[in-house]
């Protein structure tokens, strides 16, 4: 490709915001098409769920290793490969004839996806120094609000127009472009040097949260008593344990658990993963609670969610330019949370007879107090690290943040499937609502664990990036010079 030159802010941003987009919308887009793809593959519904659980599987696997393959074979080359590999994977999907073929693709999907998000990140965050934080987790915004959002509005078109196969199809598009744009603009990043691959952190590590990964998204399927579910809780369990001790004594582990002494960062990731397992969590609830207890469409459906991406994104604008720099990130976060909470409380008292669109203003305050839990996080997460620790934290952070949504997933399917959401009423089978309300109980708890936690973080720790509106200008101006691309 020819050299071109173009600010590595702009290059970095398009192409990995385009690429995380892919990734987050794929876990929405697909649970809509299940109940389809069953019966076109002539499947049954736990056999179907196979291909959920391939990608989220595969994706914790390759985390770990997405780090040290940036800095090894260069950020660039890993990061756009990764993207490549997604998108072929999602073609494939598209194409599959067979169950058996489409798991098959799946994991492959999540090896691109398990790559790409961290690298991604760790690069986004290199060309954007401290006191821009702010302004580039505002651009992650796009992806993370309305990626989840409009999986779901996507997936029922696509299932009720076209074909389920749409569902991967679309990927294609987004991720040739990305690729192109990438190639032609994207400079490389790699670090002076490069210690050996750490094989002993990357089997403890992959495996660990493989098969945790497994054990927590099948538990609520086929029951956590199951025998597989338990050993694979058991046995992850006890790699992610001897994976702490191996990385603890290796000098460049594969996941380098002493980013957890410094304080800003423990405490940011920890926000981040208790507010990914009530948030994601809530977000597939809701599309439940929608269809089974409201009896909306998945298109419908999908439309009552979308709100919530319109909320994260005109707050996130609040948060980004006024409040972030007047308050840092640990009142913020704090009071979203308690937001967030209180909006799961009042879903808790939706029935059948609530007007509709006072529910979809209630989903749209859901996102606009994420919006101070997701841009804050971000931006103060890696402000107190060195700058070539920045792959090492992204891995770490990234890794968190997949692990919680899972388990958010996870716990609120567990406590609807507890309680039955389905009872009978003179012979006819109708939704139990009180199950699905106190999951919605159930998340607010988490929600406010997450705000508990986030009193911890300090703002003198994250001072570098809470830069007065005025300062901004002046440090956009110092650091805006073009780089020529590789």
């Not at 459906?301 to 990130?329: D, K, W």
Request: aromatic share 8%.
């Amino acid at each position: 490709m020819p050299q071109r030159t173009i600010n590595q802010k702009v290059a970095v941003s398009v192409v990995y915001v385009a690429a995380m987009f892919m990734a987050i919308m794929d876990t929405t887009i697909v649970n809509v098409a299940l109940p389809t793809i069953t019966k076109d593959l002539h499947s049954s519904p736990a056999s179907v769920a196979a291909t959920v659980i391939a990608f989220l599987v595969s994706l914790a696997v390759f985390i770990p290793a997405s780090s040290w393959l940036g800095d090894r074979l260069g950020a660039r080359r890993v990061l756009l490969g990764a993207i490549v590999i997604f998108t072929a994977a999602s073609a494939l999907c598209g194409l599959a004839s067979s169950l058996g073929e489409l798991v098959v693709f799946r994991v492959l999907q999540g090896v691109g996806g398990g790559l790409m998000t961290p690298v991604g990140l760790a690069m986004l965050f290199r060309v954007f120094p401290p006191a821009e934080r702010v302004k580039a987790s505002a651009l992650l915004i796009l992806p993370t609000a309305l990626a989840p959002a409009l999986g779901p509005v996507l997936g029922g078109l696509f299932v009720t127009d076209l074909s389920w196969r749409w569902v991967f199809y679309v990927n294609v598009p987004i991720g040739t472009v990305a690729v192109i744009f990438g190639l032609v603009f994207l400079a490389e990043q790699r670090p002076p040097s490069v210690g050996r691959f750490d094989l002993p952190g990357f089997v403890t590590s992959g495996l660990g949260l493989g098969l945790l990964m497994y054990g927590v998204s099948e538990g609520p399927n086929i029951g956590w008593r199951t025998g597989r579910v338990v050993v694979s809780i058991i046995v992850g369990t006890v790699l992610l344990l001897g994976m702490v001790v191996v990385e603890l004594r290796t000098e460049r582990p594969m996941l380098d658990l002493r980013l957890y002494t410094d304080r800003l960062f423990r405490s940011t990731a920890l926000v981040m993963t208790l507010g990914s397992t009530s948030f994601l969590g809530v977000l597939y609830l809701l599309a439940l609670f929608f269809q089974e207890a409201l009896h909306m469409t998945a298109l419908q459906a999908g439309l009552s969610i979308f709100p919530e991406a319109l909320g994260v994104m005109m707050g996130s604008q609040l948060v980004s330019r006024i409040l972030y720099p007047s308050f840092g990130p640990r009142r913020i976060m704090a009071a979203g949370l308690v937001v967030v909470a209180g909006v799961m409380l009042l879903l808790s008292q939706v029935t059948t007879g609530t007007d509709l669109w006072l529910v979809r203003v209630v989903v749209f305050f859901l996102g606009a107090g994420m919006s101070g839990v997701f841009l804050p996080s971000q931006a103060a997460a890696f402000a107190s690290l060195p700058r070539e620790k920045t792959g090492d934290a992204s891995t770490v952070f990234n890794a968190q943040r997949q692990l919680g949504g899972a388990i958010g997933v996870a716990v609120l399917t567990t406590v609807i499937t507890t309680l039955h959401p389905l009872h009978l009423v003179a012979g006819r089978a109708v939704a139990n609502l009180h199950a699905y309300h106190v999951g919605f109980v159930v998340a607010a708890g988490i929600a406010l664990l997450a705000g508990v936690a986030a009193l911890t973080v300090s703002d003198a720790d994250a001072a570098s990036t809470i830069v007065p509106r005025k300062r901004k200008a002046e440090a956009a101006t110092s650091t805006s010079e073009p780089v020529a691309a590789a």
